[in-house]
């Protein structure tokens, strides 16, 4: 396997067809392009999805664990329903010291009950084999009335897409923040590209959205970046996409670290960023709730029939990413600034 999320074709290959028994409660099962799944329990939906605890130490504690903690109740945010409850399963290194763990779960507990969520249960161990920064796993749970929830199944012909804050949030947050001191890029965009870090996280910008207006389908950018997060949105509802290049947001910072680690912006990893489609009555609402919550946003295309080309900018193909120049661009950093 590849290093990274699993793509379609393996999805496709080795997932799809093997999912246990079927169920009547599955609302939504595994589903490529989807980042949760949906069961019925009585009257009420159950959103849960699972993702790593990605610790990056390099960050610092602080950062590192807001940053693993809001990766953890993204996906589930993107149905539309608050995040209500977290079991996390800690794996960590044996050298591993109480202080360290101290102040990661200080950070958990401070920002789920900013959510409203419980952290309900989990499992804390330090294994030999283990090692920063994926240090475990996590399953976060968002409850609520199904007449609310939004599935990243529902884009139709029709629909309006709109992206909040564009490409490449997350990387130029991390690399900001690691290298931002030491890039010959002008004193502004350095300061720009330190403060994209306080983007990374998708819930605002999700729950803010389902509840202005009419939102048929979100997805978040995060491995492949916004490329990807439109071929797997069109993927999972079965459409098109089609998408205008100038209409997209790009936010300060953004162009000046990716230009100098030589990174395409539109296919590194971008946690905070959301593409969302969204009725036409109801554009105007969610840009305006969005613009409140001081989201940057625009409506960049519109959702078509699904045809030979799932995705095309400006009315060409736009190509699916295959790897995520995130992690090249990092180890570069600590090559070139820190001599690692």
Do not use: Q
Request: net charge negative; hydrophobic share 40%; charged share 25%.
């Amino acid at each position: 396997m590849d290093s990274g999320k699993a793509s379609r074709r393996f999805f496709e290959e080795h997932v799809a067809g093997r999912t246990g028994a079927e169920r009547e409660d599955v609302r939504l099962g595994p589903t490529y392009g989807a980042d949760f799944g949906v069961v019925d329990v009585g009257d009420r939906v159950v959103a849960m999805a699972t993702d790593p605890v990605f610790v990056l130490r390099d960050l610092g504690i602080e950062r590192a664990a807001w940053f693993a903690f809001h990766i953890c109740v993204s996906d589930v945010a993107l149905s539309g329903l608050p995040p209500a409850h977290l079991a996390v399963d800690f794996n960590l290194p044996p050298d591993t010291s109480t202080e360290t763990f101290d102040a990661i779960w200080d950070v958990f507990d401070r920002e789920a009950e900013k959510l409203g969520a419980s952290l309900t249960t989990g499992h804390t161990g330090t294994y030999e084999g283990c090692s920063f920064p994926t240090v475990g796993g996590a399953t976060a749970l968002s409850i609520g009335d199904p007449d609310d929830l939004v599935v990243p199944t529902g884009a139709r012909p029709g629909d309006r897409v709109v992206v909040t804050k564009g490409p490449a949030i997350e990387s130029t947050g991390v690399l900001g923040v690691l290298f931002g001191d030491d890039l010959p890029i002008d004193a502004d965009a350095a300061a720009a590209a330190r403060e994209r870090f306080e983007d990374v996280s998708p819930v605002r910008d999700a729950l803010t959205a389902a509840a202005a207006g009419e939102v048929t389908a979100m997805h978040d950018a995060t491995e492949r970046g916004l490329a990807n997060a439109f071929h797997e949105l069109a993927a999972a509802s079965g459409v098109s996409l089609a998408v205008e290049r100038e209409r997209v947001p790009v936010i300060p910072g953004v162009r000046e670290v990716c230009d100098y680690f030589g990174i395409d912006p539109w296919t590194t990893s971008s946690e905070g960023t959301v593409v969302a489609t969204v009725a036409p009555d109801s554009v105007d609402a969610v840009l305006a709730a969005l613009e409140s919550e001081g989201i940057p946003a625009a409506e960049v295309g519109e959702v078509g029939a699904a045809d030979n080309e799932r995705v095309t900018v400006d009315g060409a193909p736009l190509a699916e990413p295959e790897s995520d120049p995130l992690w090249g661009a990092y180890e570069t950093g600590r090559e070139r600034f820190w001599g690692e």
